[in-house]
C-alpha cells in the first residue's frame, strides 16, 4: 500500500495563501506522476493540478490557473502545491495522488479515476 501523507491546509482568508505538501518515503516521488484533487461534499473529486514525471511539466484545468502552482523537490521527496489569491470556492479536501494509469500516454491527467494511489485528504477552508 503507498503511503502518501499531505499536511499544511488549514484556515484561510480569502485572498490569502498555502502551500500544501505531498511526502512519502515508500517511493521516490520523482519517478511517478502526481496530482493533486479537489472534493467537496456531494460532487466528484475534481483534478486542479498535475505535474509529469518525465519532464517536469504542470497542468492545470482554467478554474486555478495562474493561482495555483505544482511543483517538486526531488532532494525532499515532495511534491507542493501553492494556492494564492484564494477563494470561499476553493473550499474543499484537497488529496494528492499517484499510480497514473498506463493508458494515460500523455504521462497527465486531471480526472480523478486515473490515478491509483491516494492520500488521505487534507481539508482547506477559505473563509473570512
Known amino acids: 500500500q503507498v503511503h502518501l501523507v499531505e499536511s499544511g491546509g488549514g484556515l484561510v482568508q480569502p485572498g490569502g495563501s498555502l502551500r500544501l505538501s505531498c511526502a512519502t518515503s515508500?517511493?521516490?516521488?520523482?519517478?511517478?506522476?502526481t496530482g493533486w484533487l479537489c472534493q467537496v461534499p456531494g460532487k466528484e473529486r475534481e483534478g486542479i493540478a498535475c505535474i509529469s514525471s518525465s519532464d517536469g511539466r504542470a497542468y492545470y484545468p482554467d478554474s486555478v490557473k495562474g493561482r495555483f502552482t505544482i511543483s517538486r523537490d526531488n532532494a525532499k521527496n515532495t511534491v507542493y502545491l501553492q494556492m494564492n489569491s484564494l477563494k470561499p470556492e476553493d473550499t474543499a479536501v484537497y488529496y494528492c495522488?499517484?499510480?497514473?494509469?498506463?493508458?494515460?500516454?500523455?504521462?497527465?491527467?486531471?480526472?480523478?479515476?486515473?490515478?491509483?494511489?491516494w492520500g488521505q485528504g487534507i481539508q482547506v477552508t477559505v473563509s473570512s
Open positions: 495522488a499517484t499510480d497514473l494509469s498506463p493508458y494515460i500516454v500523455d504521462g497527465w491527467s486531471l480526472v480523478a479515476g486515473d490515478f491509483g494511489s
Open positions: 515508500w517511493f521516490s516521488l520523482e519517478d511517478d506522476d
